[in-house]
């Protein structure tokens, strides 16, 4: 998880400490609707998953893409 | 350096990418490209980008079209956009995307296939406009989506959630060809490659095998050697300065390149050969030397990993080619090595004549080390210099040396063609450039100085010359050319400035030797001189001819 947050900080261009798994969607100003799509892509890549568009909407915290990666990856 | 991005797709991500080395503008609102060049008051001609790439993704400009020929009316009319830019931006670099278009549409294999006809036609577009304006390039996007091909270089699923048809592996070349072509129109640019000869040239050790035995022929495993001579003969082409750098008897070398019949670099596509048992950091260092280049703009391929360790350990600021453990990829290590070091906009005169001036130079260092004295030896040489206002056909050549020149340049100011274009309008201005000629050769025009005319001073913006030129006293003549000449037009004082930089050394002391007073030392170090006019100095040694051109303004 700490690898995760890391990962996703350094593609937001922010620093571990800011983000949790908490953070929501359009919360932070790093995280706007391009973020978004940047994250869905940056994340497939680094974790080999396929995120499908339907699922897409439902990743509002990055909780919801940490779980959806550890998810994907158990199957 | 202000850059602007037009695109008909979303680019915010490119955008985003490249603002970490440039200050980007890209217009607000979706695919708006055409309204912003068409409005002469748009932001886009506020902001005044240096370069601007337009990035025109193919199936979104003819999705729309029913037959080939409505394609080709699609793509003239955003041609016919594209061709207002380039009259509007003259001064600035202008990247037009080559466009891939993906086959999308369902049809049978007997109709021609639409996606073709309109890359092409878009593709002679592009390369007439290319062939008109100096400052119009083609970035061919399509070859990056060739090499990667569709299915790694697009998402379907970033173009129905963003607008963003690439996916992060296209992206990532699309930003990554871009910063090649800015770098290169800023010219940044390498000069020197040192190429090791066993396993590199050819294959195995000339030493041991012979000239029968080394791998190196036109079919099959010997042709990657070839191939990799036959790249760097065209790298050479574009004014990049080949030396080798080998542990061999320089007598099995020449054997080699006297008698193999598929050498396909001639011993004269080199500047400098050092076949020797010294360790080549020492090599390279005294290539550098010779050349009067500085090690950071050399690049060094040798395959033996030992090799590369003792340059990188010893020479931080040469380049190390990362050599391939399969050499089928020698070509490709060259390829990727001329986008990343060597890449060229447009070849001007001088770099494809690069070669023969350095070997002329190293003639004249020859024939220094037999003079009786350096005066008796520079006046042997029987130099000519012309000297004369800038031409336009010199423009491109006066930028350029502005960028590259780092020792003799007093001021180190960089100017991109539309910085000199502006100063040659205003009639304030003087930019003189000289030429130079010697009983070795022609080293062309190798001598820069701007003077800017302020009531009855006038100040020396910048003067620089050529590192291959220096100490042959030619700044005294062209110096007091010029002098004459403004003191004809009633000027009364030249003020000159040298503004410390780590690499103009050289030259900290010229004013004062030139005869120059001392006037003033900034906080940052930099020094203003002043001279009165007509000066008589004695001190200046005039040892060669000057032709001065008269051409009027």
Not at chain 2, 144 to 157: A, C, P
Not at chain 2, 333 to 357: G, H, P, Q, V
Request: with cysteine; proline share 3%.
């Amino acid at each position: 998880m700490k690898n995760f947050l890391e990962f996703v900080a350094s593609v937001m261009g922010v620093y571990p400490s800011t983000i949790s798994l908490e953070t929501k969607y359009n919360t932070i100003p790093q995280w706007d609707s391009l973020m978004q799509i940047r994250l869905v892509m940056e994340i497939e890549d680094k974790y080999n998953v396929e995120i499908p568009i339907e699922r897409i909407p439902e990743l509002i915290t990055l909780g919801d893409f940490y779980e959806y990666v550890k998810g994907a990856n158990e199957h | 350096m202000k850059i602007a991005i037009l695109s008909n797709i979303n680019s915010s991500l490119i955008a985003q990418k490249l603002a970490s080395k440039y200050e980007v503008y890209q217009p607000a609102g979706y695919n708006t490209w055409v309204q912003e060049i068409l409005d002469t008051n748009s932001e886009l001609y506020r902001f005044a980008p240096k370069a601007i790439l337009i990035l025109l993704d193919g199936y979104e400009l003819t999705k729309n079209s029913n037959s080939i020929d409505d394609g080709i009316q699609e793509l003239n009319t955003a041609f016919t956009t594209i061709a207002t830019v380039a009259d509007n931006f003259l001064d600035s670099a202008i990247f037009i995307s080559s466009l891939d278009i993906v086959q999308r549409r369902i049809m049978p294999l007997n109709k021609i296939r639409p996606e073709r006809v309109w890359e092409w036609h878009w593709y002679n577009k592009v390369n007439s406009l290319v062939s008109e304006k100096r400052n119009i390039f083609i970035a061919d996007i399509k070859e990056l989506v060739e090499r990667m091909g569709r299915d790694n270089f697009y998402s379907s699923k970033l173009w129905y959630t963003g607008s963003i048809p690439y996916s992060l592996k296209g992206f990532t070349a699309i930003c990554k060809r871009i910063e090649s072509l800015l770098s290169a129109w800023q010219g940044q640019r390498y000069k020197c490659l040192v190429i090791d000869l066993d396993n590199t040239l050819w294959g195995g050790v000339i030493g041991e095998e012979g000239i029968d035995g080394i791998e190196l022929s036109n079919i099959k495993e010997g042709s990657r050697y070839r191939d990799f001579q036959l790249r760097l003969r065209e790298l050479k082409d574009t004014g990049v300065i080949l030396a080798i750098s080998s542990k061999n008897n320089i007598e099995d070398v020449m054997d080699v390149f006297n008698n193999h019949p598929h050498m396909v670099l001639k011993i004269d596509d080199f500047v400098v050969i050092k076949a020797n048992w010294q360790p080549k950091p020492k090599n390279i260092r005294d290539i550098a030397l010779e050349l009067n280049l500085g090690l950071n703009s050399f690049v060094f391929i040798d395959d033996n990993p030992i090799e590369q360790e003792a340059v990188r350990s010893e020479l931080q600021d040469v380049a190390i080619l990362d050599f391939p453990k399969d050499t089928t990829q020698l070509e490709k290590m060259l390829l990727d090595a001329y986008e990343r070091y060597f890449l060229t906009l447009n070849a001007t005169l001088e770099d494809s004549n690069k070669t023969r001036i350095y070997q002329e130079e190293l003639q004249r260092k020859r024939a220094m080390s037999s003079a009786t004295s350096i005066d008796d030896y520079i006046k042997s040489l029987n130099i000519e210099v012309f000297l004369h206002l800038i031409k336009e056909e010199e423009v491109e050549r006066v930028a350029q040396l502005t960028h590259k020149t780092n020792q003799f340049n007093l001021t180190t100011r960089r100017y991109t063609v539309g910085d000199i274009r502006e100063r040659m309008k205003s009639p304030n201005w003087r930019i003189y450039t000289a030429s130079v000629c010697d009983k070795f050769g022609d080293s062309g025009l190798i001598s820069v100085l701007m003077l800017e005319l302020k009531g009855n001073t006038a100040m020396i913006d910048t003067f620089l010359m050529s590192c291959r030129v220096m100490n042959r006293y030619i700044e005294d003549c062209i110096i007091s050319e010029v002098e004459n000449s403004v003191s004809k037009e009633g000027i009364g004082f030249v003020m000159g400035e040298y503004i410390p930089t780590p690499k103009n050394v050289p030259v900290k002391d010229l004013y004062d030797r030139l005869g120059y007073a001392l006037m003033l030392i900034n906080e940052d170090g930099s020094k203003i001189y002043r001279i009165s006019l007509p000066s008589y100095d004695n001190k200046r040694k005039k040892l060669a001819k000057v032709i001065w051109e008269e051409v009027q303004s």
